[in-house]
């Protein structure tokens, strides 16, 4: 059976799996980051693990090897100064596996993977322009255009979570204020929940947790609570308006919802259809489909990197 | 000698030349659009006039026809629902002039063709990932990845005017508030100018002006006047905010500015840069280029149709 091999590299967890044109899981494995100071070390016993795995299932042949990784390149085949990561500057991932795997070699970021995921095997299927916003921690995005990823002339495109939605506004980790990562993300909501529950003189369920998180405080919504509402509003409002304008620019099918946040479904799609049509052009009004990931969350980002592999092997589909 | 034809469909004027491959106007003429109430009779007109030059001109040999105009959609082939065009509805101009001549022809929107004449004879030459951006009496642009445009899933891509700059800011033509281009546009900056006319209580070259329009205002900046400088100010910050945002999504190597405000040259490219590198994420920074077109102004928008047709035909380049 064809597979090729899906890596997901966090700043603490890497997990891989050997993934079918199908988009089925075959085998799955991971090794910590975070415990390989060299990333050659690390290269080297993934790449041991990955090999001992197939030469315990000789019926899988490789077909190639996709990566996504924070602040991953696809032009250099490296990560460049991610800041989740404990190894500095320029890695060059593409070569470092090619010198232990005779197989073409791609690197991308988390969300670009993410977007090809969706494209190949989940709600993107047949899609040839959309968008996929990932809100976790921060907020990633790939964009699609024609069936290929905007890269950018340097390989960084889709950086929508760090436009500017408000001019001094929240203060965000890259140093600027007002991204959007700050407010459509689930720490952008939970800074949302922090703010309003300061002033706040009525009574709220929010009120009464010890710890506030997206799941939480989409819980309180789920139940009605009038302040958790408002803040799903006002989370949605800032998604909506920015996804508005990035509709402007590239026009697309569908924006396509993933992780953390998009968790809380209609919580979070309605209200934000709902203002991404009231501060959308006309020309694109009810046209533009906002949809949740259909790509299983605990294999997406395996399933995104091994989806590069074979959209790069298969060519333009 | 090969040519293309370029035409330029304009409410009041169309333009029309026969482009050889190097991009020189080898022959131009002009019709008036708003003569004809009906499509039909502009287009036989007009493929009238093609005919006889070409009849007097034998050594021309057409490849093909591109046509700009307003809400040209390249996928259809078609004008559709053009506010400034006479004609109303959905116009198949494709089709129309291929009743009249055996080409095949290509119909995009005016900022699409102008980046196309940027890439194939202007400053975008050799460049991959750029985006044009038209400052005229409104704002429109077209974004090139990976060499190809940006048309999107309805071919309406690209309406950076159109995208939202200050939420509740002022009215636009297309009935929303705070786009883009009611502020960098030659019509915008005429609004700044009025509206800071309105309370100055300094004294100001404009406050002399008959008529105040972008070139009075750039002559009165290029004489030292301070509120001059202030209104190229503000609308370089709103300009190069936005640019910042598009940045973060497509990662252009550069952005370059055409039309009527952009004939302003360095009174509006270097506050524009200044506030497009301070707004914009660190990855990005003095990286992307801000170029000014160096395609002839008054040939521009026949250049850019005809390279649509030379684009098309000699496929990526």
Redesign the interface.
């Known amino acids: 059976m064809k597979v090729s091999v899906g890596i997901d590299i966090g700043g603490t967890n890497t997990v891989w799996g050997l993934i079918n044109e199908q988009g089925q899981v075959q085998l799955e494995g991971s090794i910590q980051t975070k415990d390989y100071l060299e990333p050659s070390d690390f290269v080297a016993k993934l790449a041991l693990k990955i090999k001992d795995a197939l030469a315990q299932n000789p019926k899988f042949e490789l077909i190639g090897m996709g990566i996504g990784a924070p602040n991953g390149n696809y032009f250099n085949g490296t990560i460049e100064y991610a800041p989740n990561l404990i190894w500095e500057g320029i890695i060059p991932l593409q070569k470092m596996f090619q010198a232990h795997f005779n197989l073409p070699v791609w690197v991308t970021n988390d969300a670009n993977a993410a977007a090809i995921g969706e494209m190949l095997f989940g709600a993107a299927q047949g ?4 968008v996929v916003v990932t809100l976790g921690t921060g907020l990633g995005s790939g ?1 699609v ?2 069936s ?1 990823l ?11 979570g ?3 939605v408000e ?1 001094n506004g929240r203060t965000c980790g ?3 204020k007002g991204c959007l990562e700050t407010y459509a993300s689930a720490t952008g909501i939970v800074r949302t929940a922090k703010e309003r529950l300061t002033n706040y003189k009525g009574k709220s369920l929010l009120q009464e947790q010890e710890h506030i998180s997206s799941r939480v405080i989409a819980e309180c919504a789920h139940q009605g609570d009038a302040l958790a509402l408002e803040i799903f509003d006002y989370t949605a409002e800032q998604l909506g ?1 920015s996804l ?3 509709v ?6 569908a924006i396509i919802l993933f992780g953390g946040l998009a968790n809380a479904g209609a919580l979070i799609i309605d209200p934000t259809q709902r203002y991404m049509e009231q ?1 959308m ?4 009004q009810n ?1 533009v489909k906002l949809l949740l990931s259909t790509v299983p969350e605990h294999q997406a980002a395996i399933l995104g990197a091994g989806a590069l592999a074979w959209k790069n092997v298969n060519g333009a589909l």
């Open positions: 899609m040839k322009d959309f964009f255009v024609n290929e905007i890269y950018g002339h340097d390989g960084f495109a889709g950086e929508l760090h436009t500017i001019r890259c140093s600027r308006f508005a304008n990035t402007a620019i590239s026009s697309p099918e501060y052009l006309n020309i694109f046209k």
